[in-house]
């Protein structure tokens, strides 16, 4: 018997975006794009929640789509049927000073992201493997067909942009960054989105928070909402899920919270587990 015979239950799905619904070249494959649509025209209300910037999430998939997008892991709450955003508290400059002091520590970047421009800010005796990184990086994205600028390498405090900065993106080694996360000031959170990049935010501002908002407004149940998810970043929006959906390639985390394994994302996971199980 179908796990999810009473298929009106689920009247909201909450999906991740990298890991997730998108392959390994960052696209949403045609099965995945006609779930999503299937489920939209049933009435099921279509959330993306990613820690993408609303911008890079209207060049890869679109507005018809999805319902909200929850941008830069919660920081932005998009409604589709209004054009409106709703907006958490972004990091600041005594932030910014902070996160600056502890990532010169260590052999590792912190790469930020306003208004379309990004920036990557590593100690001056690391500056060449910056450079190298943000070269590979640069590189990987053209091999899978996109044409992402260059990325500004930086190693002075007064060089960092202050203007509308929602999260901060650390990479590294594993262990740098558990170093990183541990010396945090109390003010800000931490997720791994996988083992050489976290991300951090304000105190507050997750997925999840974002989903309660949208689960609230729209006088839903965690038992009505079903989330998928990979990353560390998404234990807290599979949280506010009656189910909770982890890719077959999710980190081991996050398969710990898991009511229901998917496929991988490169095998259209969340695809054929909507047309399995809610349609």
């Known amino acids: 018997m179908n796990k999810y015979e009473n298929k009106s239950k689920i009247r909201l799905i909450s999906c991740d975006l990298d890991g997730t619904l998108f392959n390994r070249r960052s ?14 025209a049933k009435g099921i209300i279509v959330v993306l929640n990613s820690g993408r910037g609303m911008d890079s999430i209207e060049t890869r998939i679109s507005k018809d789509l999805y319902d909200y997008a ?24 005594k932030d910014l000073y902070r996160l600056y002091d502890i990532v010169i520590q260590h ?19 690391y500056a060449f493997w910056g450079k190298l990184y943000t070269w590979i990086s640069w590189l990987r994205w053209r091999i899978v067909g996109y ?11 007064e060089e960092i942009p202050f203007c509308h900065i929602p999260k901060a993106c650390f990479a590294g080694s594993t262990k740098s960054l558990m170093q990183i996360r541990e010396n945090l000031p109390e003010n800000l959170d931490s997720v791994f989105v996988n083992s050489n990049w976290l991300e951090v935010m304000c105190r507050g501002v997750t997925k999840g928070a974002a989903l309660k908002k949208i689960l609230e407004k729209e006088h839903l149940t965690k038992e009505q909402a079903a989330g998928f998810g990979d990353g560390e970043n998404d234990i807290s929006m599979l949280m506010e899920c009656g189910t909770r959906i982890v890719m077959a390639n999710a980190m081991e985390n996050t398969k710990k919270i898991a009511t229901d394994i998917a496929l991988s994302n490169n095998e259209d996971g969340v695809g054929v587990f909507i047309e399995e199980n809610f349609l």
């Open 70 to 93: 929850c941008c830069m892991n919660g920081q932005n709450i998009y409604c589709s049927h209004d054009n409106s955003h709703e907006y958490m508290p972004e990091l600041d400059q």
């Open 147 to 157: 044409h992402p600028n260059q990325t500004k390498i930086i190693t002075r405090p």
């Open 107 to 125: 052999m590792a970047a912190m790469e930020l992201y306003s208004n379309g421009s990004h920036v990557a800010i590593c100690a001056r005796k």
């Open 27 to 40: 696209e949403i494959s045609e099965r995945n794009r006609s779930a999503l649509a299937k489920a939209r």
